[in-house]
């Protein structure tokens, strides 16, 4: 259901584009809403490089003037070297980007306007920082509101999973970024110095997967920013948003565990990589404006109602449903906890059965995982899951009285013999219909030289036998009377996990080897319930329309004779929109994912991106290329990446860069 779209609010409000001092002279390009009223407001300050200019600009809109008409500051600034604030890019969550944040919250508490209290919120990479600046505590900085984010950047984001390199997000991610980083200022915000500020920023670009991929175990790099490494530095209180089908859904609950319960609330509804309120599939959506100016209102204006009286965690339990690739809206219901882990919540083992069964999948399983970070598009959830189980070992425990009720991470311990020295075991957990289909829940991997921590590199002693235990994503799920619970074990889940170089598979010995499933006891409560969803009048972008046929979102491609699995995939950046100040956007991206089902070496990852940015009234026209690649052999990661700016018909850059990146982990 769409958000209700509100027009009346407490408050007139006006927005400017201001330019935010830094200590050390930069300015960052900020825009302000800030309600009409002579009384000094709180400010909520989004941060983070997607520029407010063009690509974000109609969230923004969605957002920053619904708070600003309800009594606050709400700022929403470019991280430096991005959109049209000065200086030059740098790696995510560098220490000149949380060092810069900090700089801006105390810009913000020392203006005229503001009350000196700041909060704090974003998605994914705004989410990131939220929580990252609120561990290092600027004392303005009260309350943070983070959606979709990690607080874990190496077990839990795009580039690593289990301790294995995240083929299918290391790659497009890394790709995404190089493209993002070398669109240029917009004149109609930087000036007349965009270009000169455009060449200067080119010139520093260093493709990100060059630093990713030569820290592949959870060193000091990924330390950095990983609020998981000290809670309690954690002063302000923090609302964490998560959706089942998010990638970082996991961060939620570590949160609720391990700050302060008297300052973090949870929620986990049954979305994707999205804002809840924005009705994305899959739904329901939920008033969370509303929820979160409750938040604001308590920590940032003092007001008491009750939002610390709410459930420390409120989540949504789905009920069985088939497979699909997009689902408008899940069945299911709210419920809630108020402590977690929680008492009503029980680990029960399903033992596996059965003689030691050999586990060799071919190269291409994994090819139905669906996309790693859904965004709500038409194929971004697994399909149906019975292709990828008959390329596992499947163990089956039959659902029988009562509906059986999970709730939190899921556990495997496999007892395994391998005769390589490395290899990965890749979990499903699905639920299998009377007629046979089956619907992946969760899902968890482990990299086997990581089973003795992720901070190491501990290589397979040679036909030994090991258990070895991981957790699987978290899930709110229901399994009915009459359904199987299935879980699928792989040796293979391309492309979202790069292949080892030598792994063979793996013996699995039923004996000795268990599913944990954290099942939950309804326990009496008041019903979980919020507001219908809205947002403040929408932007007014513009789609053209056009008579091209659209390519398909998800494409698999077979090689009979070759043995040779391709996947096509269109991120779906946004085609074209021309927005109302008459700036032209034109985003088109394809991702390709190749391997040979029996060859590991094989593996291949590239990724395509053109930019366009368009003025038809003062004549800009900017044309950002790039071509990104990753493939190996049996000692590095070897990468390619190339960049072509052109100002008109002018190239005003044109660079490549090659490099093999030694296999130390992956």
């Not at 969803?533 to 398909?552: N, S």
């Amino acid at each position: 259901m769409s958000p209700t779209i509100r027009t009346d609010f407490p408050y007139d409000t006006v927005h400017e584009d201001v330019r935010v001092p830094l200590p050390d002279g930069t300015r960052l390009y900020a825009r302000i809403w800030r309600p009409v009223t002579e009384r000094p407001v709180p400010a909520l300050l989004e941060y983070l490089p997607c520029r407010l200019s063009d690509w974000t600009a109609p969230v923004d809109r969605q957002r920053h003037p619904w708070y600003a008409g309800h009594g606050y500051a709400s700022v929403r600034v470019d991280v430096r070297g991005h959109g049209n604030s000065e200086g030059m890019p740098g790696d995510e969550y560098d220490a000149t980007e949380l060092a810069d944040g900090v700089a801006v919250v105390n810009w913000l508490a020392a203006q005229d306007w503001c009350t000196g209290r700041v909060g704090m919120f974003g998605i994914s990479w705004g989410g990131f920082n939220s929580l990252q600046l609120a561990a290092l505590a600027p004392e303005p900085l009260k309350a943070v509101v983070t959606v979709c984010s990690s607080d874990d950047r190496y077990d839990n984001d795009v580039h690593y999973l289990g301790g294995s390199v995240l083929a299918v997000d290391m790659h497009a991610w890394a790709a995404t970024t190089l493209a993002f980083v070398c669109r240029p200022p917009d004149p109609a915000g930087a000036g007349d110095d965009w270009r000169e500020m455009w060449l200067k920023r080119l010139e520093a670009v260093e493709p990100g997967v060059h630093t990713w991929l030569a820290h592949q175990t959870r060193d000091s790099y990924w330390k950095h920013g990983s609020v998981c490494e000290d809670y309690g530095a954690v002063e302000a209180a923090v609302l964490a948003v998560g959706g089942w089908h998010d990638p970082y859904r996991d961060t939620v609950l570590r949160l609720v565990e391990h700050l302060d319960q008297d300052r973090v609330r949870g929620i986990i509804g049954p979305w994707s990589h999205q804002y809840p309120d924005q009705g994305l599939p899959p739904g329901p959506a939920i008033g969370f404006l509303q929820e979160t100016l409750r938040w604001w209102d308590h920590h940032l204006k003092g007001v008491d109602n009750g939002v610390m009286a709410e459930p420390l965690l409120r989540t949504w339990i789905s009920a069985s449903h088939p497979p699909a690739t997009l689902y408008p809206e899940l069945p299911g219901y709210w419920a809630a906890e108020t402590s977690w882990p929680s008492p009503n919540v029980v680990p029960v083992p399903y033992a596996f059965q059965g003689e030691p069964v050999v586990v060799d999948s071919p190269h291409q399983t994994g090819l139905d995982a669906g996309r790693f970070a859904p965004s709500g598009n038409d194929a971004d959830l697994p399909p149906d899951q019975r292709d990828e189980d008959a390329k596992s070992a499947c163990f089956e425990f039959p659902v029988t009285g009562g509906s059986i009720e999970v709730l939190g991470r899921p556990r495997v311990t496999l007892r395994l013999r391998m005769d390589a020295p490395a290899g990965q075991a890749v979990a499903r957990l699905c639920d299998v219909a009377p007629d046979g289909s089956s619907t992946l829940v969760t899902r968890g991997a482990l990299n086997l030289s990581a089973r003795h921590g992720r901070d190491r590199v501990e290589p397979w002693p040679e036909g030994a036998t090991e258990d070895v235990t991981f957790e699987l994503g978290g899930i709110g799920h229901t399994f009915p009377p009459g359904h199987r619970i299935r879980l699928a074990v792989s040796s293979a889940y391309w492309p979202w996990i790069w292949p080892q170089a030598n792994s063979a598979g793996f013996t699995l010995d039923p004996v000795g080897s268990s599913l944990h499933l954290p099942v939950r006891r309804p326990a009496p409560q008041d019903p979980v319930s919020f507001e219908p969803a809205e947002q403040a009048e929408p932007l007014g972008v513009v789609r053209p329309v056009t008579l091209d046929e659209q390519r398909p979102e998800r494409l698999v491609i077979r090689d009979v004779a070759q043995g040779t699995w391709r996947l096509e995939t269109d991120p779906r950046p946004g085609g074209t929109r021309v927005y109302p100040d008459g700036l032209e956007l034109t985003e088109e991206a394809l991702e390709t994912y190749t391997i040979q089902e029996s060859d590991p070496l094989s593996a291949h990852a590239e990724s395509e991106w053109t930019v366009r940015l368009h003025r038809p009234d003062i004549g800009w026209d900017a044309l950002v290329e790039t071509h990104s690649e990753i493939s190996c052999d049996a000692d590095d990661f070897i990468t390619s990446d190339e960049v072509i700016c052109r100002d008109g018909d002018e190239i005003v850059f044109h660079r490549t860069w090659e490099k093999r990146v030694p296999r130390t982990a992956g």
